[in-house]
C-alpha cells in the first residue's frame, strides 16, 4: 500500500497534510512531514522476517506549539472543511476508507457523510476547555 499527498495551504501557512490511499506498491520507510513538525507521520512495509530492532525513546522536555491531530478513516466518508482566520471556510475535501489527515494548524469541522469509523491521535495531555475554541 502507498499514500499519494496533498498539502492544503491558506496562502503560505501549511494547514494539513492528506494522505490518499494508493494500492501501489511500497518497500521501506517513508516520512511524509519533516523531523522540524511536532507530529510526524510515516509509512513502513517491509518483507517477512525482516528486524525492527529493540529501542527506546529518550524523554527530552520540548515545546510544542501547536496541536496536531492525526485521522485514519476505517469506514465511510468524510468531508473536512477549512477555514481561515476570519472564519471563512476557504476548502473542503472528502476522505474515504484508508485515507489519513494530519491537521497541522488553523481551524477544521467536520461532516460525516456516511456512517464513519476513525482513529484520532493527537497530543496530549488535553483539555476541552483550555485547548479548543468552537465557532
Known sequence: MYYNLKKIKDGNKL???VFNYSSKKFKGIKFFTPSSLSFQVGLMSHPSKHIIHPHFHLNRKKIIKHMSEFLI??????????FN??????K?????KRDMILLISGSHGFEVLEKIEMIEV???PFSQKKDKIRF
Request: zero cysteines.
Open 92 to 96: 473542503s475535501i472528502i476522505l474515504k
Open 122 to 124: 493527537k497530543q496530549g
Open 73 to 82: 478513516i476505517f469506514k465511510g466518508k468524510l468531508r473536512v472543511n477549512f
Open 85 to 90: 482566520k476570519k472564519k471563512k471556510k476557504f
Open 15 to 17: 494547514i494539513a497534510k
